[in-house]
């Protein structure tokens, strides 16, 4: 099982980016997903969250009303809509998932990360 991320990039103050991560191999269920960040000196941090039928969302208080995190589980992807950025918002992202492979429990994966650059 992997995750893998894109969508990040270099923006200025006020635009806007788009997050996905794909869930790939042999899939049985996978559960919650979310978003984390970590910026230079700081802790990882969870950004946002979506429950497995997508019907509860969470959100770090810093991104409420400026991102929306979202799922397609036909597709096994996550997405993360960020608006109005900002310069604090600089950061890789990871993408998360708690998934039950064919074969293996259920387990916590770990996307390889994206980098957001927002400019002022």
């Known amino acids: 099982v992997q995750l893998q991320a894109s969508g990040g990039g270099l923006v200025q103050a006020g635009g806007s980016l788009r997050l996905s991560c794909a869930a790939s191999?042999?899939?049985?269920?996978?559960?919650?997903m979310g978003w984390y960040r970590q910026a230079p000196g700081r802790e990882r941090e969870l950004v946002a969250a979506?429950?497995?039928?997508?019907?509860?969302?969470d959100y770090a208080d810093p991104v409420k009303g400026r991102f929306t995190i979202s799922r397609d589980n036909a597709k096994n992807t996550v997405y993360l809509q960020m608006n109005s950025l900002k310069p604090e918002d600089t950061a890789v992202y990871y993408c998360?998932?708690?998934?039950?492979?064919?074969?293996?429990?259920?387990?916590?994966?770990w996307g390889q990360g994206t980098q957001v650059t927002v400019s002022s």
């Open positions: 191999g042999s899939i049985s269920v996978i559960n919650t």
């Open positions: 979506i429950s497995t039928d997508g019907d509860s969302t």
């Open positions: 998360n998932a708690r998934i039950r492979g064919s074969w293996s429990p259920l387990s916590n994966y």
